[in-house]
Protein backbone atom coordinates (compact mmCIF):
# COMPACT_ATOMS: atom_id res chain seq x y z
CA UNK A 1 0.00 0.00 0.00
CA UNK A 2 1.36 3.77 -0.60
CA UNK A 3 2.25 4.98 2.11
CA UNK A 4 2.94 8.51 0.40
CA UNK A 5 1.16 11.42 2.77
CA UNK A 6 -2.18 12.26 1.70
CA UNK A 7 -3.37 16.24 1.41
CA UNK A 8 -6.49 17.31 0.06
CA UNK A 9 -7.79 20.39 -0.94
CA UNK A 10 -11.42 19.91 -0.98
CA UNK A 11 -13.52 19.75 2.50
CA UNK A 12 -13.80 17.06 4.46
CA UNK A 13 -11.44 15.05 2.39
CA UNK A 14 -8.54 13.11 3.67
CA UNK A 15 -6.98 14.53 6.65
CA UNK A 16 -3.54 17.09 5.46
CA UNK A 17 -0.32 14.86 6.17
CA UNK A 18 -1.82 11.66 6.81
CA UNK A 19 -0.37 8.29 6.62
CA UNK A 20 -1.77 5.36 4.92
CA UNK A 21 0.30 3.05 6.63
CA UNK A 22 -0.39 4.51 10.34
CA UNK A 23 -3.55 2.59 11.66
CA UNK A 24 -6.22 5.14 12.95
CA UNK A 25 -9.69 4.89 14.36
CA UNK A 26 -12.04 6.75 12.97
CA UNK A 27 -15.20 4.83 14.29
CA UNK A 28 -15.06 3.40 17.60
CA UNK A 29 -18.17 2.13 19.89
CA UNK A 30 -18.08 0.68 23.50
CA UNK A 31 -20.47 -1.33 25.01
CA UNK A 32 -22.99 0.85 23.27
CA UNK A 33 -26.75 -0.31 24.11
CA UNK A 34 -30.33 1.08 22.66
CA UNK A 35 -33.56 -0.32 24.71
CA UNK A 36 -37.18 1.00 23.34
CA UNK A 37 -39.54 -0.03 26.38
CA UNK A 38 -37.97 -3.83 27.13
CA UNK A 39 -36.80 -4.36 23.65
CA UNK A 40 -33.40 -4.29 23.59
CA UNK A 41 -32.52 -3.40 19.90
CA UNK A 42 -28.35 -3.36 19.96
CA UNK A 43 -26.91 -5.00 23.24
CA UNK A 44 -22.96 -4.13 23.82
CA UNK A 45 -21.69 -3.75 20.44
CA UNK A 46 -17.89 -2.80 20.64
CA UNK A 47 -17.01 -1.85 16.84
CA UNK A 48 -13.47 -0.46 16.10
CA UNK A 49 -13.32 0.97 12.30
CA UNK A 50 -10.17 2.19 10.96
CA UNK A 51 -9.38 4.94 8.41
CA UNK A 52 -9.14 4.15 4.81
CA UNK A 53 -10.88 0.66 5.14
CA UNK A 54 -14.72 -0.09 3.29
CA UNK A 55 -16.42 -1.88 6.68
CA UNK A 56 -19.45 -3.67 6.07
CA UNK A 57 -22.11 -3.69 8.69
CA UNK A 58 -23.71 -7.25 8.46
CA UNK A 59 -27.60 -8.67 9.29
CA UNK A 60 -30.98 -9.48 8.58
CA UNK A 61 -33.83 -7.22 8.94
CA UNK A 62 -34.26 -6.63 12.72
CA UNK A 63 -30.48 -7.31 13.34
CA UNK A 64 -30.16 -3.53 14.72
CA UNK A 65 -28.22 -1.76 11.53
CA UNK A 66 -30.22 1.54 10.91
CA UNK A 67 -30.52 1.68 15.05
CA UNK A 68 -26.85 1.61 15.36
CA UNK A 69 -26.33 3.76 12.51
CA UNK A 70 -28.44 6.09 13.94
CA UNK A 71 -26.83 6.01 16.97
CA UNK A 72 -23.19 6.99 15.66
CA UNK A 73 -24.55 9.86 13.66
CA UNK A 74 -26.53 11.49 17.61
CA UNK A 75 -29.46 11.38 15.62
CA UNK A 76 -30.84 8.92 18.44
CA UNK A 77 -29.36 8.62 22.15
CA UNK A 78 -27.75 5.25 23.51
CA UNK A 79 -29.67 3.97 26.60
CA UNK A 80 -25.78 3.36 27.90
CA UNK A 81 -22.26 2.46 26.17
CA UNK A 82 -20.52 5.32 23.93
CA UNK A 83 -19.81 5.94 20.50
CA UNK A 84 -16.21 7.77 19.19
CA UNK A 85 -15.92 8.89 15.76
CA UNK A 86 -12.69 10.77 15.50
CA UNK A 87 -11.62 10.33 18.60
CA UNK A 88 -15.19 12.74 19.62
CA UNK A 89 -17.70 11.53 21.66
CA UNK A 90 -20.84 11.67 19.16
CA UNK A 91 -23.00 12.78 21.83
CA UNK A 92 -20.59 15.54 22.81
CA UNK A 93 -19.56 16.90 19.43
CA UNK A 94 -22.14 16.01 17.32
CA UNK A 95 -22.23 19.00 15.13
CA UNK A 96 -18.39 18.69 14.43
CA UNK A 97 -18.59 15.23 13.73
CA UNK A 98 -21.37 15.27 11.22
CA UNK A 99 -19.32 17.85 9.32
CA UNK A 100 -16.87 14.96 8.38
CA UNK A 101 -19.75 12.59 7.31
CA UNK A 102 -21.56 11.68 4.26
CA UNK A 103 -24.54 9.39 5.31
CA UNK A 104 -27.58 7.96 3.46
CA UNK A 105 -30.10 6.70 5.14
CA UNK A 106 -31.64 3.02 4.82
CA UNK A 107 -35.43 4.58 4.14
CA UNK A 108 -34.26 7.45 1.91
CA UNK A 109 -36.90 10.85 1.79
CA UNK A 110 -35.29 13.37 -0.86
CA UNK A 111 -36.99 17.11 -1.26
CA UNK A 112 -39.15 15.89 -3.92
CA UNK A 113 -39.85 19.42 -4.96
CA UNK A 114 -36.28 20.20 -5.99
CA UNK A 115 -34.48 18.67 -9.04
CA UNK A 116 -31.09 16.16 -8.28
CA UNK A 117 -29.06 19.30 -9.05
CA UNK A 118 -30.88 21.88 -6.63
CA UNK A 119 -30.33 18.90 -4.40
CA UNK A 120 -26.64 18.95 -5.17
CA UNK A 121 -26.46 22.37 -4.99
CA UNK A 122 -28.26 22.69 -1.11
CA UNK A 123 -26.26 19.69 0.43
CA UNK A 124 -22.62 21.07 -1.35
CA UNK A 125 -23.85 24.58 0.61
CA UNK A 126 -23.72 22.60 4.01
CA UNK A 127 -20.73 21.66 3.58
CA UNK A 128 -18.97 24.41 1.66
CA UNK A 129 -18.58 22.88 -1.77
CA UNK A 130 -19.80 25.17 -4.51
CA UNK A 131 -18.02 23.08 -7.53
CA UNK A 132 -20.18 20.47 -8.17
CA UNK A 133 -18.29 18.73 -10.93
CA UNK A 134 -17.37 16.03 -9.24
CA UNK A 135 -21.31 14.89 -8.06
CA UNK A 136 -22.27 15.85 -11.83
CA UNK A 137 -19.42 13.13 -12.54
CA UNK A 138 -21.09 10.76 -10.51
CA UNK A 139 -24.81 11.63 -11.73
CA UNK A 140 -22.97 10.52 -15.20
CA UNK A 141 -21.03 7.36 -14.04
CA UNK A 142 -24.27 5.98 -11.97
CA UNK A 143 -26.74 7.17 -15.34
CA UNK A 144 -28.93 9.51 -13.20
CA UNK A 145 -31.82 9.95 -16.18
CA UNK A 146 -32.32 13.63 -15.77
CA UNK A 147 -30.55 16.16 -13.04
CA UNK A 148 -32.85 19.02 -13.90
CA UNK A 149 -36.09 16.80 -13.32
CA UNK A 150 -37.89 17.23 -9.99
CA UNK A 151 -36.97 14.53 -7.70
CA UNK A 152 -40.44 13.45 -6.99
CA UNK A 153 -40.59 12.22 -11.22
CA UNK A 154 -37.84 9.80 -10.48
CA UNK A 155 -37.71 6.19 -10.25
CA UNK A 156 -36.52 4.72 -6.93
CA UNK A 157 -33.58 3.43 -8.55
CA UNK A 158 -32.83 6.85 -9.62
CA UNK A 159 -34.15 8.35 -6.12
CA UNK A 160 -31.40 6.00 -4.42
CA UNK A 161 -28.28 7.08 -7.07
CA UNK A 162 -29.20 10.75 -6.21
CA UNK A 163 -29.00 9.78 -2.67
CA UNK A 164 -25.58 7.83 -3.00
CA UNK A 165 -24.17 11.64 -4.86
CA UNK A 166 -25.59 13.74 -2.25
CA UNK A 167 -23.71 11.37 0.55
CA UNK A 168 -19.99 11.41 -1.10
CA UNK A 169 -20.38 14.54 -2.94
CA UNK A 170 -18.35 16.72 -0.41
CA UNK A 171 -15.75 13.57 -0.27
CA UNK A 172 -16.08 12.88 3.47
CA UNK A 173 -13.60 11.47 5.50
CA UNK A 174 -16.38 9.11 6.79
CA UNK A 175 -19.04 7.87 4.63
CA UNK A 176 -21.48 5.80 6.35
CA UNK A 177 -24.37 4.10 3.74
CA UNK A 178 -27.63 1.88 5.38
CA UNK A 179 -27.86 -0.47 2.52
CA UNK A 180 -27.03 1.79 -0.42
CA UNK A 181 -27.35 -0.61 -3.36
CA UNK A 182 -31.14 -0.99 -2.54
CA UNK A 183 -33.50 -0.93 -5.87
CA UNK A 184 -29.97 -0.55 -7.98
CA UNK A 185 -29.77 -2.87 -11.18
CA UNK A 186 -26.21 -4.74 -11.02
CA UNK A 187 -24.23 -2.85 -13.67
CA UNK A 188 -25.12 0.24 -11.17
CA UNK A 189 -24.37 -1.69 -8.17
CA UNK A 190 -20.91 -2.38 -9.87
CA UNK A 191 -20.22 1.24 -10.59
CA UNK A 192 -20.85 2.09 -6.88
CA UNK A 193 -18.66 -0.35 -5.75
CA UNK A 194 -15.94 1.71 -8.49
CA UNK A 195 -16.95 4.48 -6.78
CA UNK A 196 -16.57 3.20 -2.95
CA UNK A 197 -13.24 1.54 -4.13
CA UNK A 198 -11.92 5.59 -5.22
CA UNK A 199 -13.33 7.10 -2.33
CA UNK A 200 -11.20 4.32 -0.05
CA UNK A 201 -8.07 4.59 -2.07
CA UNK A 202 -8.10 8.91 -1.32
CA UNK A 203 -8.32 8.05 2.26
CA UNK A 204 -12.10 7.97 3.41
CA UNK A 205 -13.45 5.51 5.26
CA UNK A 206 -16.50 3.79 4.17
CA UNK A 207 -18.70 2.28 7.27
CA UNK A 208 -21.91 0.70 5.21
CA UNK A 209 -24.90 -1.77 6.21
CA UNK A 210 -26.17 -4.76 4.17
CA UNK A 211 -27.98 -7.55 4.31
CA UNK A 212 -26.45 -8.27 0.65
CA UNK A 213 -23.45 -11.02 1.11
CA UNK A 214 -22.41 -10.71 -2.43
CA UNK A 215 -21.56 -7.17 -1.96
CA UNK A 216 -19.75 -7.10 0.89
CA UNK A 217 -17.62 -10.29 -0.41
CA UNK A 218 -17.02 -8.22 -3.52
CA UNK A 219 -15.46 -5.35 -1.94
CA UNK A 220 -15.28 -4.93 1.93
CA UNK A 221 -12.05 -4.96 3.71
CA UNK A 222 -13.68 -6.21 6.83
CA UNK A 223 -16.89 -7.30 8.15
CA UNK A 224 -19.13 -7.34 11.50
CA UNK A 225 -22.20 -9.57 11.77
CA UNK A 226 -24.97 -8.31 13.61
CA UNK A 227 -27.57 -10.65 15.14
CA UNK A 228 -30.48 -9.60 17.68
CA UNK A 229 -28.81 -6.55 18.39
CA UNK A 230 -25.20 -8.30 19.21
CA UNK A 231 -21.92 -8.98 17.19
CA UNK A 232 -21.35 -12.45 16.19
CA UNK A 233 -18.33 -11.94 14.35
CA UNK A 234 -15.74 -9.49 13.32
CA UNK A 235 -12.66 -10.25 10.59
CA UNK A 236 -11.80 -10.03 7.06
CA UNK A 237 -13.99 -12.16 4.25
CA UNK A 238 -10.87 -14.80 4.31
CA UNK A 239 -10.90 -14.83 8.54
CA UNK A 240 -14.19 -15.57 8.39
CA UNK A 241 -13.68 -18.54 5.51
CA UNK A 242 -10.63 -19.63 7.19
CA UNK A 243 -12.69 -20.67 10.75
CA UNK A 244 -15.80 -21.88 8.90
CA UNK A 245 -16.32 -25.40 7.98
CA UNK A 246 -15.34 -26.24 3.88
CA UNK A 247 -17.67 -28.69 2.26
CA UNK A 248 -16.57 -32.03 0.61
CA UNK A 249 -17.48 -34.60 -1.58
CA UNK A 250 -15.76 -37.66 -2.19
CA UNK A 251 -16.21 -40.47 -4.49
CA UNK A 252 -15.33 -44.20 -3.80
CA UNK A 253 -14.85 -47.23 -5.95
CA UNK A 254 -16.54 -49.48 -3.39
CA UNK A 255 -17.90 -48.89 0.29
CA UNK A 256 -17.81 -45.61 2.16
CA UNK A 257 -16.14 -45.29 5.30
CA UNK A 258 -19.42 -43.11 6.73
CA UNK A 259 -18.79 -44.22 10.51
CA UNK A 260 -14.80 -43.17 10.19
CA UNK A 261 -15.65 -40.35 8.61
CA UNK A 262 -17.77 -38.90 11.08
CA UNK A 263 -16.23 -39.75 13.87
CA UNK A 264 -13.34 -37.54 12.99
CA UNK A 265 -13.24 -34.18 15.20
CA UNK A 266 -14.70 -31.38 13.02
CA UNK A 267 -16.65 -33.38 10.81
CA UNK A 268 -20.19 -32.97 10.68
CA UNK A 269 -22.91 -34.05 8.29
CA UNK A 270 -21.46 -36.60 6.79
CA UNK A 271 -23.78 -38.39 4.86
CA UNK A 272 -24.51 -40.14 1.80
CA UNK A 273 -27.11 -38.43 -1.03
CA UNK A 274 -28.72 -41.60 -2.76
CA UNK A 275 -25.32 -42.37 -3.98
CA UNK A 276 -23.79 -45.53 -1.79
CA UNK A 277 -20.47 -44.38 -3.01
CA UNK A 278 -20.19 -41.23 -2.47
CA UNK A 279 -20.46 -39.15 1.26
CA UNK A 280 -20.83 -35.70 1.47
CA UNK A 281 -19.65 -33.86 4.79
CA UNK A 282 -18.44 -30.65 6.21
CA UNK A 283 -15.55 -29.87 7.48
CA UNK A 284 -14.13 -27.23 10.37
CA UNK A 285 -10.36 -26.63 10.46
CA UNK A 286 -7.35 -29.51 9.84
CA UNK A 287 -8.01 -31.55 6.75
CA UNK A 288 -5.45 -34.55 7.13
CA UNK A 289 -7.49 -36.89 9.77
CA UNK A 290 -10.17 -37.15 6.99
CA UNK A 291 -7.28 -37.54 3.95
CA UNK A 292 -5.48 -40.15 5.82
CA UNK A 293 -9.05 -42.40 6.79
CA UNK A 294 -10.29 -42.00 2.90
CA UNK A 295 -6.82 -43.09 1.40
CA UNK A 296 -7.17 -46.50 2.98
CA UNK A 297 -9.90 -47.02 0.61
CA UNK A 298 -10.20 -47.13 -2.92
CA UNK A 299 -11.04 -42.99 -3.66
CA UNK A 300 -12.10 -42.40 -7.60
CA UNK A 301 -12.37 -38.26 -6.63
CA UNK A 302 -12.20 -35.73 -4.42
CA UNK A 303 -13.81 -32.63 -4.35
CA UNK A 304 -13.62 -29.54 -1.71
CA UNK A 305 -15.15 -26.54 -1.85
CA UNK A 306 -14.94 -22.90 0.13
CA UNK A 307 -18.03 -21.70 1.84
CA UNK A 308 -19.37 -18.60 0.47
CA UNK A 309 -19.72 -15.43 2.75
CA UNK A 310 -23.39 -15.91 2.63
CA UNK A 311 -23.04 -19.53 3.76
CA UNK A 312 -20.96 -18.41 6.59
CA UNK A 313 -23.44 -15.55 7.50
CA UNK A 314 -26.20 -17.85 7.64
CA UNK A 315 -24.41 -20.22 9.78
CA UNK A 316 -24.28 -17.49 12.49
CA UNK A 317 -28.31 -17.17 11.97
CA UNK A 318 -29.91 -20.18 10.98
CA UNK A 319 -31.52 -19.89 7.60
CA UNK A 320 -35.28 -18.60 9.05
CA UNK A 321 -33.17 -15.77 10.88
CA UNK A 322 -31.48 -13.88 7.95
CA UNK A 323 -35.07 -14.35 5.38
CA UNK A 324 -37.32 -12.20 7.03
CA UNK A 325 -39.35 -9.51 4.50
CA UNK A 326 -42.00 -6.47 4.87
CA UNK A 327 -40.00 -4.32 7.53
CA UNK A 328 -37.14 -1.81 7.79
CA UNK A 329 -33.81 -2.28 9.04
CA UNK A 330 -34.82 -2.58 12.94
CA UNK A 331 -38.09 -5.39 12.01
CA UNK A 332 -40.31 -2.27 11.92
CA UNK A 333 -42.55 -0.74 9.47
CA UNK A 334 -40.28 1.12 7.41
CA UNK A 335 -40.14 4.96 9.40
CA UNK A 336 -41.84 7.99 6.98
CA UNK A 337 -39.26 10.03 7.69
CA UNK A 338 -35.49 9.86 6.59
CA UNK A 339 -34.41 13.41 5.09
CA UNK A 340 -31.37 14.57 4.29
CA UNK A 341 -29.83 16.34 7.78
CA UNK A 342 -28.11 19.17 7.87
CA UNK A 343 -24.58 18.86 9.63
CA UNK A 344 -25.48 21.48 12.34
CA UNK A 345 -28.83 19.71 13.02
CA UNK A 346 -29.90 16.61 14.39
CA UNK A 347 -34.21 15.17 13.95
CA UNK A 348 -36.33 13.36 16.04
CA UNK A 349 -38.00 10.93 14.06
CA UNK A 350 -42.17 11.46 13.99
CA UNK A 351 -44.33 10.05 11.67
CA UNK A 352 -45.21 12.35 8.26
CA UNK A 353 -42.33 15.28 9.41
CA UNK A 354 -38.86 16.01 10.50
CA UNK A 355 -38.58 18.73 13.35
CA UNK A 356 -35.08 19.47 13.49
CA UNK A 357 -34.02 20.46 16.98
CA UNK A 358 -30.83 21.94 18.64
CA UNK A 359 -27.80 19.64 19.44
CA UNK A 360 -28.31 19.90 23.02
CA UNK A 361 -31.84 19.00 22.75
CA UNK A 362 -32.03 15.51 21.05
CA UNK A 363 -34.23 13.26 23.31
CA UNK A 364 -35.95 9.50 22.00
CA UNK A 365 -39.47 10.78 21.86
CA UNK A 366 -42.77 8.33 22.04
CA UNK A 367 -42.39 7.68 18.63
CA UNK A 368 -38.74 6.16 19.56
CA UNK A 369 -40.41 3.80 22.02
CA UNK A 370 -42.34 2.06 19.65
CA UNK A 371 -40.19 0.95 16.97
Do not use: W
Not at 83 to 97: D, L, M, P, Q
Not at 240 to 253: E, H, N
Not at 261 to 285: H, K, Y
Not at 324 to 330: A, E, I, L, R
Amino acid sequence: MDDRAITHTRPGGPVEGARRDIVETVLRTHKLTKRFGKFVAVRDLDLDVTRGEIYGFLGPNGAGKSTTIRMLLDLIRPSSGSAEVFGRNVRKHGTSVRRRIGYLPGELALYENLSPRQLYEYSGSLYGVKDLRYALELSERLKVTDIDAKIGSLSQGNKQKVGIVQAVLHQPQLAILDEPTNALDPLVRQEVYRILEEARNLGTTVFFSSHVLAEAERICDRVAIIREGELSRVGTVEELKAISPRRMKIYFDGPVPLDELSAIPGVSDARMNGDPQTVELMVRGNMDAIIKTASRYNVRDFYSEDVSLEEIFLGYYGETDAVQHGTDDDGQSPSNVRQLIPPDRVIEERPVVAVPVGDGDLRDNEMDARR
